[in-house]
């Protein structure tokens, strides 16, 4: 019989959770208020910089969780080797390749 997987402990971010979500909060109510300057025909340069904000805000909380990944995930599968290492170092290249054109 096999134990049950405890899918949250696989994932590197959790315990950084908490600051996860209140960032994420944070970058909701950002595109609150940008649809508010849009609706309040705000100044097109303040609706870009808020943006640019806002961008700058979710690179951030993606590069952190790819930090956290590399650093549990990836390093965790190429520890053990095989077939897994090298889908998650793939899947991780993959992740970034996303990161950077976006």
């Known amino acids: 019989m096999t134990e049950p997987v405890d899918e949250h402990a696989q994932h590197g971010y ?13 970058i909701e109510g950002q595109a609150r208020g940008l649809q ?5 025909e705000k100044y097109c340069i303040d609706i870009l910089t808020q943006i640019s904000a ?20 990836v ?9 897994e290492a090298d889908a998650k170092i793939k899947e991780a290249s993959a992740a970034i390749a996303r990161l950077v054109r976006s």
């Open 14 to 26: 959790i315990g950084d959770k908490k600051a996860y979500l209140a960032r994420l909060k944070r």
């Open 36 to 40: 508010r300057m849009v609706e309040d």
């Open 75 to 83: 390093v965790d599968a190429a520890a053990a080797g095989g077939p």
């Open 54 to 73: 806002m961008t700058k805000a979710l690179e951030s909380v993606a590069l952190g969780l790819l930090d956290d990944h590399l650093t549990h995930c």
